[in-house]
C-alpha cells in the first residue's frame, strides 16, 4: 500500500542488474575503486611501507566517481598536508622541546615518542 507523496523503493536486485553493464558509471567506478586499492595494498606490502593501510585508505577518501571531485579532493589532501607540515614547523621553531610544545602536540591528538 503506498500512501500519497510515499516513493515506492525500486527491486534492489533490478537495481544491480541495471549497473551490470560496462556503460554503468556505478560498475566503472566501482572496477576503479577495486584495482586502486588492491594495488595500493599490495605495492605498500611489497615495499615493506610501514604503516602503509594509510594509502589505500586514502585512495577510498579520495577517489570519487567523477574526475572533477577526485581532482579537487587530492588537491585539499595535499594542501591540508602542506598547511600541516607549516604549521608543525613552525611550532617546533616557536616552542622546541619545551612543555608548551609537548602539550599543543598532545592537543592535537599525537602520541609522544619515547
Known amino acids: 500500500m503506498n500512501l500519497p507523496g510515499q516513493t515506492r523503493l525500486r527491486d534492489p536486485l533490478a537495481v544491480v542488474r541495471a549497473n551490470l553493464t560496462w556503460a554503468s558509471p556505478v560498475l566503472r567506478h566501482a572496477i576503479r575503486l577495486a584495482v586502486v586499492v588492491g594495488g595500493s595494498d599490495l605495492l605498500t606490502s611489497l615495499a615493506g611501507?610501514?604503516?602503509?593501510y594509510w594509502v589505500p585508505l586514502t585512495a577510498?577518501?579520495?577517489?570519487?566517481?567523477?574526475?572533477?571531485?577526485?581532482f579537487q579532493r587530492s588537491v585539499s589532501r595535499v594542501l591540508g598536508t602542506i598547511l600541516g607540515l607549516v604549521l608543525a614547523?613552525?611550532?617546533?621553531?616557536?616552542?622546541?622541546?619545551?612543555?608548551a610544545a609537548f602539550f599543543i602536540v598532545r592537543a592535537f591528538g599525537h602520541p609522544t615518542s619515547t
Do not use: H, N, Y
Not at 611501507?49 to 602503509?52: A, D, E, L, P, T
Open 89 to 99: 614547523t613552525v611550532l617546533i621553531i616557536m616552542f622546541g622541546k619545551s612543555a
Open 49 to 52: 611501507v610501514s604503516r602503509g
Open 60 to 70: 577510498i577518501v579520495v577517489l570519487r566517481p567523477d574526475f572533477g571531485a577526485t
